[in-house]
């Protein structure tokens, strides 16, 4: 009975797509991919709890802000819905991407996955003030390109031991995405994607940079092993 059920249910999702004009179909999709993304899980946690994160902090709806303000059990919260929904926009384009349309099946994933970012970013639920993105891309990459997060994770993860800022490692994480894809022999769609993302990222960013250029950003002083490690030698 269940197999017959989930036989019929796949006969009806594919008679349902196949019913759409390509274009329709795309504009569906990418659509869906951005009202994903414009759910904001540091937003939604927070009216379950009473509070709007917007308005503490950094004022920045995302993971940091969200451990800053509300511990490591929210924020991890928050990362797992905003990773979460950006893998859900991926696949969910992917697998109702019309054959034969002109944008291939990749294609789709690609600017799904961008859609939620942007949608992250600017979420249509919240009044259009949201996160920087950096979650969704990643829950992207985790559908498109699950083996460029190990190189992701290695660059983010030095320059946040060694310098504390978390604004900085995301930048020059996401920074290296376009060599990896460079390195990789990656095709057009790959590369652009790379190109695009480490912009976007560099852009939503960019008050962290400025910041840090004036010696104003938050150091997550905890974070600085190498630093800990040196002062702790010389005492």
């Known amino acids: ?38 759910v904001s899980g540091s937003l939604v946690l927070g009216r379950m709890r009473g509070v709007d994160i917007r308005m503490l902090g950094s004022g920045n ?36 991407a019309p054959l034969g349309a002109p944008l291939s099946v990749t294609t789709h994933g690609y600017l799904a996955a961008g859609l939620a970012v942007v949608g992250h970013v600017w979420p249509l639920w919240h009044g259009f003030r949201g996160g920087k993105g950096a979650a969704t891309l990643i829950g992207g990459l985790l559908v498109l390109w699950p083996w460029s997060l190990p190189l992701l994770l290695l660059v983010w993860g030095s320059v ?20 990896w894809a460079w390195w990789s022999d990656a095709g057009p769609n790959r590369m652009w994607f790379a190109i695009a993302a ?3 990222i560099a852009f939503t960013h960019r008050s962290n940079l400025q910041r840090l250029r004036n010696g104003s950003e938050s150091r997550f002083a905890r974070a600085r092993l190498l630093y800990r490690l040196h002062r702790r030698d010389q005492q």
């Open 1 to 38: 009975m269940h197999a017959a059920a989930h036989f019929s249910l796949a006969v009806y999702d594919s008679d349902m797509t196949a019913s759409l004009p390509p274009l329709v179909l795309t504009t569906v999709l990418l659509l869906v991919a951005y009202l994903l993304g414009s």
């Open 61 to 96: 709806a995302g993971g940091t802000n969200a451990m800053r303000t509300q511990g490591w059990k929210f924020a991890l919260g928050v990362a797992l819905i905003d990773v979460g929904k950006g893998m859900l926009a991926t696949w969910f384009a992917q697998r109702w």
């Open 160 to 179: 946040l031991v060694t310098t504390g800022y978390v604004g900085l490692s995301t930048v020059l994480a996401m920074a290296s995405l376009p060599l």
């Open 198 to 200: 480490a912009l976007f």
